[in-house]
Nanobody
Framework: QVQLVESGGGLVQAGGSLRLSCAASGRTFSSYNMGWFRQAPGKEREFVGAISRTGGVTNYADSVKGRFTISRDNAKSTAYLQMSSLKFEDTAVYYC?????????????????WGQGTQITVSS
C-alpha cells in the first residue's frame, strides 16, 4: 500500500506559476513510476505527465509540454509538478498516482494508487 498526498494547489493568475508536491508514504516510493493527471469539471481525467522510478525518463501531454516539469526526490519520497505559463484551461483538480509498469505511461489503468487531488484554479 502507498498513500499519496498532494499539496500546493490554489488560485493563480494566467501566466503565473505554481508547484505541486506529492508526498508518499508506505511502500518504497522509488519502486514506482509516478504520474500526474488532472480532471476539469465535466471532463474525463486526463494525463499530464509521468516520471520513471529514477527520474531519468519523463513524458508529457502535448498540452503542457514546455510549460510543466515533473521531478522527484526519492530520498524525500516526494514528487513535484512545476507549472509555469499557466492558462485558464489548466484549471482542474490535479492528482498524483504511482504504478508498477516497466516505464512511466499515460494510461490511468497503469496506476494503482492515487492521491485525493488538489484544486488548481487559473484566473484569466
Amino acid at each position: 500500500q502507498v498513500q499519496l498526498v498532494e499539496s500546493g494547489g490554489g488560485l493563480v493568475q494566467a501566466g503565473g506559476s505554481l508547484r505541486l508536491s506529492c508526498a508518499a508514504s508506505g511502500r518504497t516510493f522509488s519502486s514506482y513510476n509516478m504520474g500526474w493527471f488532472r480532471q476539469a469539471p465535466g471532463k474525463e481525467r486526463e494525463f499530464v505527465g509521468a516520471i520513471s522510478r529514477t527520474g531519468g525518463v519523463t513524458n508529457y501531454a502535448d498540452s503542457v509540454k514546455g510549460r510543466f516539469t515533473i521531478s522527484r526526490d526519492n530520498a524525500k519520497s516526494t514528487a513535484y509538478l512545476q507549472m509555469s505559463s499557466l492558462k485558464f484551461e489548466d484549471t482542474a483538480v490535479y492528482y498524483c498516482a504511482v504504478g508498477s509498469t516497466p516505464g512511466p505511461t499515460q494510461w490511468i489503468r497503469d496506476y494503482n494508487y492515487w492521491g485525493q487531488g488538489t484544486q488548481i484554479t487559473v484566473s484569466s
